[in-house]
């Protein structure tokens, strides 16, 4: 299995700020990453896939990069409706399909 | 408009067995794979299985191989997942999540551009 690790696990910050994700897969999983913003209580939501494409009507605060093992989820400037729990996701042609742990943005 | 509606979750006693559906709308239902995915409480996104469009591959998270099964009746726009000897670490929310990628891109599940809202499945004595 293809075991994604992120970091931070948490983070704080304000609005405003710049915040950066980390996702290193175990093994090179060519672009094939996807990003998910989960709320309390809600289904989680597609913002970004193939590392880098914008999933249609996500701000373009959003970004990211990275290639290889290593991913890099970036929101340009914090807004409050941004705090919420952050996960990647591989979808390289190896099954399982896996998840990272999860980055939670708490408001500092 | 693309919806997707969970339900069956409910209370389970160990070993029991459950089956949840998921009616689907907004999209050519076939031309799509779909999966389960289930969030423990508090815990992060496990993908449980997928199915292709048309039904004919599936695919299991070695964690339920040979306990549950996944099923699709695209005459009913629905996707089923039967549980069967349920345990206590099968306690979760599980969602039905619609694949980003049409049937063009092959059977294997890929990333997940619609999801459900949730039904909880709890097994406990």
């Known amino acids: 299995d293809i075991q994604m690790t992120q970091s931070p696990s948490s983070l704080s910050a304000s609005v405003g700020d710049r915040v950066t994700i980390t996702c290193r897969a175990s093994?090179?999983?060519?672009?094939?990453l996807a990003w998910y913003q989960q709320k309390p209580g809600k289904a989680p939501k597609l913002l970004l896939y193939?590392?880098?494409r914008l999933e249609s009507g996500v701000p373009s605060r959003f970004s990211g990069s990275g290639s290889g093992t290593d991913y890099t989820l970036t929101i340009s400037s914090l807004q409050p409706e941004d705090f919420a729990t952050y996960y990647c996701?591989?979808?390289?042609?190896?099954?399982?399909?896996?998840f990272g742990g999860g980055t939670k943005v708490e408001i500092k | 408009e693309v919806q997707l509606l969970e339900s069956g979750g409910g209370l389970v006693q160990p070993g029991g067995s459950l089956r949840l559906s998921c009616a689907a709308s907004?999209?050519?239902?076939?031309?799509?794979?779909m999966s389960w995915v289930r969030q423990a409480p508090g815990k992060g996104l496990e993908w449980v299985s997928a199915?292709?469009?048309?039904?004919?591959?599936?695919y299991y998270a070695d964690s339920v191989k040979g306990r549950f099964t996944i099923s699709r009746d695209n005459s009913k726009n629905t996707l089923y997942l039967q549980m069967n000897s349920l345990r206590a670490e099968d306690t979760a929310v599980y969602y039905c999540?619609?694949?980003?990628?049409?049937?063009?891109?092959?059977?294997?599940?890929?990333?997940?551009?619609?999801w459900g809202q949730g039904t909880l499945v709890t097994v406990s004595s």
């Open positions: 199915i292709s469009g048309s039904g004919g591959s599936t």
């Open positions: 093994q090179g999983i060519s672009n094939s």
């Open positions: 999540a619609k694949d980003g990628l049409g049937a063009v891109a092959g059977t294997h599940p890929h990333y997940f551009d619609y």
């Open positions: 996701q591989q979808y390289y042609s190896t099954l399982p399909l896996t």
């Open positions: 193939a590392a880098s």
């Open positions: 907004g999209f050519t239902f076939s031309s799509y794979a």
